[in-house]
């Protein structure tokens, strides 16, 4: 959606622009409506709504266009550790449900840092799932008696800029081996979700309800 047709939209449904400006990682616009309401529209041509009467907002921009919100729900970004066989079967599933896994190391690098390609893209996508496998060992200093699982520094890292950027009820953690694993955040309110040796069996149902939640078109005959 380009910024144009968000303000014709935006008024014909009487909701104001109180104020408009670049997003601060220059990935598109941001316009502040009197109402308490923020429309993020990325160059892109995707949109998310934040703060106050989001769901006024939504209809107002999604009434005469729904093909094109339809599409600014299809990709999803996806963080993981170096488990690649469960990397690989969450990919499938995505894909299967008609969703666009976005995935770091399959994404083009274009000279830039790892942080700066995890800006970029994820402004392309507004959910993120976090794969959190048993990847590493670790304890408090002298007490080896506590040592347990981990998932890796970069999911932790990454998983702190997606909460930031998406909030928790847009990023879902896929945790595996709960039982062993130390989890990665003890924040409260995050999505978790358990699974052990099935992705798709034991966490792939309770994934798609919570994307569905959040607006992602999921046919429930491919679950």
Request: net charge neutral; no cysteine; proline share 4%.
């Amino acid at each position: 959606m380009k910024i144009d047709e968000a303000k014709a939209l935006l008024q014909a449904a009487n909701l104001s622009v109180a104020a408009e400006g670049r997003l601060p990682n220059n990935t598109g616009t941001q316009l502040k409506l009197e109402n308490g309401a923020i429309v993020n529209l990325y160059d892109s041509g995707n949109f998310n709504v934040q703060g106050k009467h989001q769901d006024a907002v939504k209809t107002a921009l999604g009434g005469p266009a729904p093909a094109q919100v339809a599409g600014a729900n299809t990709k999803v970004f996806v963080v993981y550790g170096h488990d690649d066989k469960v990397r690989n079967e969450l990919e499938v599933m995505l894909r299967r449900w008609g969703l666009e896994p976005l995935i770091l190391d399959q994404l083009p690098s274009e000279g830039q840092t790892i942080i700066e390609k995890l800006e970029k893209y994820t402004a392309e996508g507004n959910f993120a799932v976090i794969l959190a496998t048993p990847d590493d060992e670790g304890h408090r200093a002298g007490r080896t008696d506590e040592k347990a699982f981990r998932a890796r520094q970069n999911v932790v890292l990454e998983l702190g800029m997606l909460l930031a950027k998406l909030g928790r009820k847009r990023v879902a953690i896929l945790l595996k081996e709960q039982d062993k694993m130390e989890r990665p955040s003890d924040i409260q309110g995050l999505i978790y979700i358990p699974f052990k040796d099935n992705l798709q069996k034991d966490a792939g149902a309770l994934l798609a309800k919570e994307m569905h939640a959040q607006g992602y078109k999921i046919d429930i005959g491919k679950l």
